[in-house]
């Protein structure tokens, strides 16, 4: 079985709380669960990581060339910044899929720039939480 680990950057764990207008009503603890349900039925043994901290994100970047075979990333508003979070998916010979769950080029002008989706394999944004399963189906196919 194939392993893949969604990383899941700062204030993702608010899903449901904030903004509901543009992440929704549904929990993010919800939303890992049918991550994780959908997974399993494609065949996948699915890890969840979630922090408010770019070094523990970087930290699981750099385990994961171990441990998965294929990482979904939602950096959240690391995205646009943060070189670190880019060059440590650099480091890692696996397939990187950002994802978004919302539209970043329908929103704000900082969020239209992606300095990780260089080094990722493909972005998929704007479907709510069914852009973490398209990302999964992409994963699926790439390995």
């Known amino acids: 079985m194939k392993k893949v680990l969604v990383l899941l950057g700062p204030n993702l764990n608010m899903v449901g709380i904030r903004e509901k207008g543009i992440y929704g009503n549904e929990s993010s603890e919800s939303i890992s669960d049918q991550i994780i349900e959908y997974g399993k039925t494609n065949g996948f043994d699915v890890g969840i990581y979630q922090s ?31 070189y670190a979070l880019r060059d440590a998916i650099a480091c890692v010979n696996i397939p990187f899929v950002e994802v978004h769950m919302s539209n970043i080029h329908a929103r704000e002008e900082f969020r239209h720039t992606s300095v990780i989706a260089p080094v990722c394999a493909g972005q998929i944004a704007g479907f709510g939480k069914f852009s973490y399963l398209l990302a999964m189906n992409a994963l699926k196919e790439m390995m």
């Open 52 to 82: 408010n901290h770019e070094g523990n994100l970087i930290d699981k970047i750099h385990a994961a060339r171990d441990n998965f075979d294929g990482v979904v990333i939602n950096a959240g508003a690391l995205t646009h910044y943060s």
